[in-house]
């Protein structure tokens, strides 16, 4: 079998991506969800860390590249459809979103309104020097 087949099994989209849920694997939160094309996959499972497709930045993104917080892959799971993938992470330093938090599932809806349920546990001044 030739050794990239396992790519093959991925429903990726029109646009050669995959959505991608991070979850920490100690505590079972959801830290985001990304995007990923074939390299960013391949590079994930070379490097034992996160790397991501940009679709803002349109490149190869591994987190943490700027702000040290990467996540360690412990495990990556296809869903039943092959078109979503779960990544269980060990997440350096505590935090995943660029906003300084723990996690992007910080905004709650309590009724018609998205309210900030979780504290910035770093500035993200302090994070990004660029």
């Given amino acids: 079998m030739p050794p990239d087949t396992w790519l093959s099994k991925i429903n990726w989209s029109e646009d050669g991506l995959i959505p991608v849920i991070a979850q920490e694997a100690d505590s079972g939160k959801i830290l985001m969800v990304a995007w990923m ?5 391949k590079l994930t499972v070379e490097k034992r860390e996160a790397v991501y497709w940009s679709r803002s930045r349109k490149k190869l993104w591994h987190k943490g590249e700027e702000s040290g917080h990467t996540q360690k892959v412990k495990e990556i799971y296809l869903d039943c459809d092959q078109d979503v993938l779960l990544l269980m992470v060990e997440q350096t330093g505590g935090i995943a979103c660029h906003t300084g938090r723990h996690s992007c599932f910080f905004q709650k809806l309590e009724g ?19």
């Fill in 37 to 41: 094309n074939r390299d960013a996959l």
């Fill in 112 to 130: 018609a309104e998205w309210v900030t349920v979780a504290p910035v546990i770093k500035d993200p001044d302090e994070i990004y020097t660029q």
